[in-house]
């Protein structure tokens, strides 16, 4: 590169980097394979985190699905996390909130904590946990009940309503929120397993939300839903972040550009880029996201 | 150095369609360098049979833009390019449209050079034309030369090539202005070669801008304005 061309030092000091990025680039595509020392490359941790991980590990009895990740997750920030499949992004999303207490041959090492509190602590009520960090999945799965009972079965459970007042009040602004209430809000009492796919998914949302989380996971919220649903859901998502802090796994990297601030791109178990989304879709830092996202694997 | 492949892809539909998109932008630009290589000689060599055919081919570029323009949208469209398959599909968008303006440029050149031939007169002025020509053309083929081979650093060069070019256009420009004050009579002749100089001056500014997305293909990196 000619330096004559670059006005300042700095300009200069930025095209030197961009240089050695270049070359890792090439080193890096003799091999698709991961070395077993990988850095995450990018910006993993920010100034205000809501989330923090530390040298997470996930084992499934002797394999080792999640190697050594660490990133944060911001207040209020949508985080997109996207890989091929079996990567263990949705692993690693499950361990957020401890829904893989559930699989026996599950065991999580390393640290994650939420506000500087760690989720792993034995004394840790985990429905609780689950309240404070909610989940939405990738097939919606409605309760076999009422759109009403759907939504107010969180908040019952958990105690946030002392009256029937406060119940219907809760139950609506859910729904409001969930961008649900003007289409449900005539047949309350009908079962949610009648609603369109879209609609109970974003049943599900409102449920989430009934009981106030901080954050909410959602594991391809949208990958059952057609076109139009997906758009209601990814509008939903925008206007979610302004009160919650919301991390999503997803398989449509248009859908990680649309929505999320940052992407986290995981590959063979592994942490291998964190970065702004805009940076991440017009100029990924690694080769192996580069990879990814232009659709040159297989 | 830096040789991007636009291959591999898990669609190779798509391998081809960007492939594709590659090999029509290099057949613009080349059919855009023997349009400014014919203009400048018609001018010097006063041939109003090349300066014609040279009109009468600029359409052929104008549909090549178009062809090739149509080809970016359909693969946005189809393919939603990622990362360094979307800068390339961006960059080809803009360089159709600097290459068409080179060949705008060429064809103003032949306009004068029809005009230049039709009268007797001075051929003072024709030794800058030469000159820039020569400079200019050179600059468009490294220019090209660049782009086929993804070298940023041959696109760095190049751009340098634009400071020369614009110091010996201002040079050209006095000369021509001293050709003017010595012979009043040969104002009108000479405004034609101080058109055509000027036409070169923005080709290079267009090679200029070539150069700079072919950094921001293979770097990522917009130098413009800097």
Redesign the interface.
Known sequence: ??E????TPA?AA??EK?EAK?EVK?DAKQNLEVADDQVTVGQCFTDAPKMTMRNVNVFYDDKQAIHNVSIDIAQNEVIAMIGPSGCGKSTFLRSLNRMNDTVESCRVEGEICMDGEDLYAPKLDVVELRARVGMVFQKPNPFPKSIYDNVAYGPKIHGLADTRVDLDEIVENSLRRASLWDEVKERLHQSGTGLSGGQQQRLCIARAIAVSPEVILMDEPCSALDPIATAKIEELIEELSENFTIAIVTHS??QA?RVSHRTAYFHLGRLIEVNPTEQV????EHEL??AY?????? | M?KMKFE????KQ?DEELEEIRTRLMEMGGKVEQQLQNAVRAVIEADSQLAEDVIKEEQLVDNMEVDIDEACILIIAR?????????LVMMVTKAVNDLERIGDEAKKIANHAVILASEDGTSKGYTEVRHLGQSVVTMLGNALDAFARFD??AA??T??EDNQIDLDYKTALRELVTYMMEDPRSIGRVLNVLWVVRSLERIGDHAKNLCEQIVFV????D?RH?
């Open positions: 590169m000619n004559a061309n670059l006005a300009a930025n095209a961009v270049i090439l990297m248009q550009a879709f017009t100029m990924p996201t580069e996202i232009t659709g040159r694997f297989g | 830096d591999n892809h898990y669609m798509f393919r939603q390019p990622a990362a360094s398959d979307l800068r940023v650093d760095m060069r751009i340098e293979v770097k990522g990196k130098i800097q």
